[in-house]
């Protein structure tokens, strides 16, 4: 007996509950499948830069949108943490820490500058029963609440007090489990015991100032427990969620309290039933997620709704266990669920999906038809049938299994119209019945399918066929139907194909064809044909499937093509395809917004039109709509909405829902990749670094490729946030990134650079340009000291060399100078020779030996002077050339003389070079020599030996003529000569001689 009272109870409250008023909102979610480390999400948390931080049971996840950061216990070590199963999170916002409690071992402080884990504590256990629950921060103390009391960990001397916090005289801290820590506006600690009761400690001297027991509280369970799940502070109070409902505790200055157990009186269950979790969102109202559903009250928990995700086949409904809930800076709504981790909009949405039942187990598979009906509720035609769907209970009847039903109307006397492949019916209670029944002129056309309807004034209604039978125009007051078909002349259609009818402010009825578009007149004559061709390919356009006139102009969907803009004349203005920002080329119905702008339903995705922009706006499943595709005839404007159907349900929009995101993205650097050559150059790697405070990096070397990765924080739609970059010393203009949120950079000499980024929203709400100075450095051959050095190098090289040509000519002007100063006294002295001679030839009658005398000073003259010639040749500085000239001058005068002249080269290398003045004195050396052999020692034999190894010369003259003592000094026969000659060249003269065994001279280099 109790236990159906208690199920006619539920099902009276249940009824209470849903007669309050419900609210359907998209839940985007997030699971495993999305890098959550865990599907059971304890609490979340958002931190001052606004990351959402989500504690599960097996670690915990940084959150930005679209990517997730995993802290788990088997980590790297910069994201390891204690233990697995995250039970508490707060932030220390004046020391940019996060503060991580999970169940067991200790706690961790992660900066949320860097993400990289700074603080593990373990936290001293007192039996194996010892679990952490819950955490605040004090001042510069962690409070915890363990299941055995409360543990306080010093944060700047990093250890924990000795003994757990217990209330007063308690002799065991068994059962004494804290789940909840609050600080109150004074500063003061609440601790909720599950078996004790609350207190109220102060924060500094931990001395108790109030207790309230658990006889005060309601135990109505008589389980000697009650557990504080969670809280919410009201001004001089708080409201907690309890497993035994809700409890309000109000206080005064001197802490006088106040108990109220039951403080909702609108909806008397929530002050018994279990509270998972509480939250206060910025416009005063309260969320509390308790008896399987999400309520929203006012402040003063009197009014309510119930917030319900539109169902799913296949699907939980996530609302229904919800264990912590986040209201964010932006009025957005988190929850950690059992299934993930949800968000909830904070924006008004415009959308209302209809896709499941799950009480009747009815799916809306494929909606064809769609109309609501006087009273609120709706009618959906499916490819298998037709639905009711109830306003007030949104419940599910379907009828007919199995039958497509194209279209859906209500006449002027409220008889609802339906059409199926077999012909028209009229709808009533569940019922068909055969039009011609009730309307008997439809007898001849009752078989005919329609897909649209046009009603003219309050006389004629025009209806488009599905199967080929051009139009129906239905006279209800006269009871007529006649057919107007493909003909020629005003009295026929363009086309018997008939996709849609609309009538334009003028009163011209358009019938939509796939290729062509017949323009009536108000008395039904044909008065214009529209082909529509594209200019740029001169092809057809095709597949008209709807129209409407917005801002002075005709706007026709062209399935494939996109939106066709008209003029009054039918000229082509425009073509609006996914190039301009269309969601999908394939469209359906278009309606006009207020002039300002216009929807457009898709085969993907949902498009609203500003007209006087031209800037375009897309809706996906993801922000409320049934699905991503629409049906091509299953939508109406009524009563300012509009339904749209198509895969898996419909959805009913309420265009003035319509809103800006005006929120700008938070921009931030995440992570910073830069590939790098291996030490060894075989190869690369990666080296990482995230820190989103960062304003500058230093890139080594020997980078590859970096790659930076930034996010703009836009919860409400993270995938249509986009980016443009530039580098301000390479381009003056933005580059566009689209979506995507990285860059990759090759290429760039040393030097800095600053790269700046920026961020838009979906409705192009940009953030300022955030800059990263980028610093490349030089490899050691590209930095300013090398080039200095090389500079340096280059100067003293031409300085060495500018010094070694000044030297080279100043030895040749030597040179010059010497031979100069040679020509001069030989050539002087010989010219002078053959003047004197010349003069003693006129005044002397013996010519004949002055004749011969002059010849020969002539034939010296010459000899010397071709020598001369000979020594400034470049081309004849070697060995060779050396000894060749020898010879030259050697074997005359030898021969002349009976002597025999023999020469010997001995050398490493052929054509050893000797530098002219080597070559102008051992020539004039070795002359001396013969001649003086030849003269004076009465010789047979004159042999000459030159003699190289490596750079040790050796030039060797001899005769085998009488010789002479050269124990005797003298300087006669040229000798004081040979020896000058012999030191300007570095060389010296040995000579060894005999009386009666010739003359040995050796002129050798020092």
Not at 269 to 278: A, G, H, K, M
Not at 775 to 801: C, D, H, N, R, S
Request: glycine residues 6%; contains cysteine; aromatic residues 12%.
């Amino acid at each position: 007996m109790r236990h159906s009272i208690n199920f006619i109870f539920l099902l009276l409250l249940s009824f209470v509950v849903y007669s309050q008023g419900r609210v359907t909102v998209p839940v985007r979610k997030f699971t495993q499948k999305n890098g959550l480390s865990s599907y059971n999400i304890r609490k979340v948390i958002q931190d001052k830069w606004g990351f959402i931080w989500a504690g599960t049971q097996d670690g915990l996840n940084k959150f930005d949108g679209k990517s997730i950061i995993n802290y788990t216990k088997s980590s790297p070590e910069k994201n390891k943490i204690s233990g697995t199963d995250v039970r508490e999170l707060i932030e220390d916002t004046s020391q940019n820490l996060i503060w991580v409690l999970p169940g067991e071992v200790g706690i961790n402080a992660i900066n949320s500058i860097t993400g990289d884990v700074k603080v593990s504590a373990r936290i001293p256990y007192t039996n194996n029963d010892d679990w952490n629950i819950s955490m605040l921060k004090n001042k510069d103390e962690i409070w915890i609440g363990t299941s055995t009391g409360i543990k306080i960990y010093d944060i700047p001397k990093k250890k924990f007090e000795l003994s757990p916090l217990l209330p007063e005289k308690q002799e065991s801290s068994i059962g004494f489990a804290v789940r909840s820590l609050a600080k109150d506006e004074n500063g003061k600690i609440w601790a909720c015991y599950d078996r004790y009761g609350i207190v109220i400690y102060d924060g500094f001297t931990k001395k108790v100032i109030k207790e309230i027991r658990l006889s005060e509280l309601n135990d109505h369970l008589k389980s000697n427990e009650i557990r504080f799940l969670n809280y919410i502070s009201i001004k001089g109070a708080f409201l907690f969620a309890t497993n035994q409902g809700l409890r309000k505790v109000s206080y005064t200055p001197l802490y006088d309290v106040k108990v109220d157990n039951y403080p909702c009186q609108s909806l008397p269950v929530l002050n018994t039933s279990s509270i998972e979790s509480i939250a206060l969102e910025k416009k005063g109202n309260v969320l509390i997620s308790g008896f399987s559903k999400l309520f929203r009250f006012d402040v003063t928990l009197t009014n309510y709704v119930v917030l319900e995700e539109a169902s799913r086949l296949g699907e939980t409904d996530w609302l229904n266990a919800v264990q912590s809930i986040l209201i964010d800076s932006e009025d957005n709504i988190w929850l950690g669920c059992q299934e993930g981790l949800a968000f909830v909009s904070g924006n008004i949405n415009p959308f209302q999906r209809y896709n499941y039942d799950n009480r009747n187990n009815i799916k809306l598979d494929h909606v064809r038809s769609i109309y609501p009906l006087r009273n609120g509720d709706i009618l959906a035609g499916l490819r298998n049938g037709i639905v009711h769907i109830s306003k007030e209970s949104y419940k599910y009847t379907k009828f007919d299994t199995g039958h497509l039903y194209h279209h859906i109307y209500q006449d002027q006397k409220g008889l609802i119209h339906v059409s199926r492949p077999d012909g028209m019916f009229i709808f009533n209670n569940g019922k068909l019945v055969p039009i011609a029944e009730i309307y008997p002129e439809f007898s001849s056309y009752s078989s005919v399918a329609i897909n649209s309807h046009l009603f003219i004034n309050d006389t004629l209604v025009i209806l488009g066929s599905e199967n080929n039978n051009g139009i129906l125009i239905w006279n209800p007051s006269r009871k007529t139907v006649r057919k107007m078909e493909q003909g020629p002349g005003e009295n026929g259609l363009s086309s018997n194909i008939v996709n849609n009818i609309y009538r334009n402010s003028k009163g011209d009825i358009w019938v939509l064809s796939d290729n062509v578009i017949s323009v009536l007149s108000e008395n039904l004559k044909r008065k214009k044909e529209l082909l529509l061709i594209d200019k740029n390919t001169q092809l057809h356009f095709k597949l008209f499937f709807d129209m409407c006139e917005a801002g002075g102009y005709y706007w026709i969907t062209s399935y494939g093509s996109g939106i066709l803009q008209l003029d009054s004349s039918y000229k082509i203005i425009k073509v609006f395809s996914t190039s301009n920002g269309l969601s999908n080329d394939g469209v359906y119905q278009i309606y006009n917004l207020s002039n300002k702008n216009l929807l457009i339903t898709s085969n993907n995705g949902l498009s609203v039109l500003d007209i006087n922009n031209y800037k375009f706006k897309s809706f996906f499943e993801e922000d409320g709509l049934h699905a991503n595709g629409f049906e091509e005839v299953c939508g109406l404007a009524k009563d300012g909405l509009i339904y749209a159907g198509g895969v898996n349900g419909f959805t009913v929009i309420d265009p003035s829902k319509f809103s800006l995101n005006k929120v700008i993205p938070t921009f931030y650097y995440t992570n910073v990749n830069y590939h790098i050559k291996n030490k060894t150059g075989t190869g690369s790697r990666s080296i990482d670094t995230f820190n989103f405070k960062m304003n500058y990096l230093r890139v080594p070397n020997n980078w590859l490729q970096i790659n930076i990765s930034f996010i703009g924080l836009n919860y409400i739609n993270p995938n249509r946030v986009v980016y443009q970059y530039r580098i301000k010393e390479k381009d003056a203009s933005w580059i566009n990134q689209g979506s995507q949120n990285f860059i990759n950079l090759i290429g760039l000499s040393p030097g800095t650079y600053t790269l700046e980024v920026k961020a838009a929203n979906e409705d192009g709400y940009w953030s300022d340009p955030r800059q990263l100075i980028l610093i490349i450095e030089p490899k050691w051959y590209q930095t300013l000291f090398f080039k200095i050095a090389v500079l340096f190098a280059v100067g003293a090289l031409f300085y060495v060399f500018y010094r070694y040509r000044i030297s080279q000519i100043k030895q040749q002007h030597l040179i010059r100078k010497n031979i100069s100063s040679d020509l001069h006294d030989d050539i002087g002295s010989t010219l002078n020779t053959i003047k004197v001679l010349t003069h003693l030839a006129k005044r002397n009658t013996n010519k004949e030996e002055y004749w011969v005398q002059i010849e020969y000073s002539l034939t010296e003259a010459t000899t010397g002077l071709r020598d001369m010639i000979w020594v400034l040749d470049d081309s004849k500085d070697t060995v060779s050339e050396l000894i060749d000239r020898i010879e030259k001058f050697a074997i005359p005068i030898t021969r002349a003389n009976d002597t025999n002249f023999r020469s010997e080269v001995k050398v490493d290398s052929d054509d050893q070079l000797l530098t002219k003045p080597e070559k102008r004195n051992l020539l004039l050396m070795s002359k001396e020599i013969i001649n003086n052999s030849i003269k004076y020692a009465n010789c047979k034999n004159i042999d000459l030996l030159f003699l190289q190894h490596k750079n040790k010369r050796t030039l060797l003259i001899k005769d085998d003529g009488k010789g002479f003592d050269s124990s005797i000094n003298s300087e006669g026969n040229g000798l004081k000569n040979l020896f000058h000659r012999a030191q300007q060249i570095g060389y010296q003269v040995e000579i060894i001689s005999s009386l009666g065994n010739g003359t040995l001279v050796k002129i050798e280099k020092k």
